[in-house]
């Protein structure tokens, strides 16, 4: 069966999908047959990776079509890599999704039924709560949310998006349904005392006692350094471009190799 990560914050701007796309890629460079999918009505992902093969339909036909099958939906980027693109520039999927009575559990089944041949899914998410990510929440076996050390998206992850984990859960447990957990990981970190406060604030919460799902902080961070920026814009996985480092917080390489060791998708690379 796939495992899947869902990319969530209720915050734009936090590197959901800078962190998608070189997280799929690594995971694709170690051997492993992954999937994206690009939840955003903002076609960010789509373009991050440069398409070899472009399927007939992306987003749009995955979630209505009830005879969906990989074929019709997925494009190729490179081997083991292919991406679900995002054709939703209307924003229509949020009112199927309101309006169908499956409109948010769909998802989990199809990914479960008709996609469970790659070893890795990954959904990038939109930056506000609404249905789509609700459905990508509940499809995923992981939760992964960047949280910017400052305070509005600090605050944002302690209270809204542990908030909308709560929701969801009640809704899943209804259901007969576990929501995965949710691993926070402190993204575009600065070596500034003001940057160095608010992770220690993140760090500090009992989230046993705010959320009814499991809640983890990583251990790695992921500094604000400019090998993210070069390779969104020359659409190269960050930890092809940087092996090594003097930083330290680690070279891409390293910290998405500690990542994916952290939050259990990878032992040894």
Not at 2 to 14: A, F, L, P, R
Not at 46 to 66: C, M, V
Not at 157 to 181: D, K, Q, V, Y
Not at 192 to 209: E, G, K, L
């Amino acid at each position: 069966m796939s495992k899947v990560i869902s990319i969530v914050s209720t915050k734009g701007g936090v590197g959901k999908t800078t962190l998608s796309a070189n997280l799929g890629a690594f995971l694709a460079d170690q051997g492993y047959k992954t999937l994206l999918i690009d939840a955003d009505v903002q076609p960010s992902l789509s373009q991050w990776h440069l398409i070899t093969n472009k399927a007939e339909h992306g987003l749009r036909y995955l979630f209505t079509d009830p005879t969906v099958t990989p074929e019709d939906v997925v494009s190729a980027i490179e081997p083991n890599l292919d991406i679900i693109i995002s054709d939703d520039q209307r924003d229509e999927l949020r009112k199927w999704a309101q309006e169908t009575p499956d409109g948010r559990f769909r998802l989990r089944r199809l990914l479960q039924d008709r996609f469970n041949h790659y070893d890795f899914i990954i959904i990038d998410t939109q930056g506000a709560v609404g249905p789509l990510q609700e459905a990508s929440i509940i499809a995923s076996d992981i939760i992964l949310s960047p949280v910017v050390p400052d305070k509005l998206s600090a605050s944002e992850f302690i209270h809204n998006t542990i908030s909308m984990l709560n929701r969801l859960h009640e809704s899943a447990t209804w259901m007969g349904m576990e929501i995965g957990t949710m691993h926070g990981v402190l993204n575009m970190v600065e070596n500034t005392s003001d940057s160095s406060a608010y992770a220690d604030q993140v760090r500090a919460v009992d989230f046993s006692h705010l959320c009814h799902v499991p809640v983890n902080l990583v251990d790695v961070t992921i500094s604000r350094a400019v090998v993210w920026k070069d390779a969104a814009s020359s659409r190269t996985p960050a930890h092809r471009l940087e092996s090594s480092t003097r930083r330290k917080s680690g070279s891409a390489l390293e910290i998405m190799t500690r990542l994916s060791k952290e939050i259990g998708l990878i032992e040894e690379v």
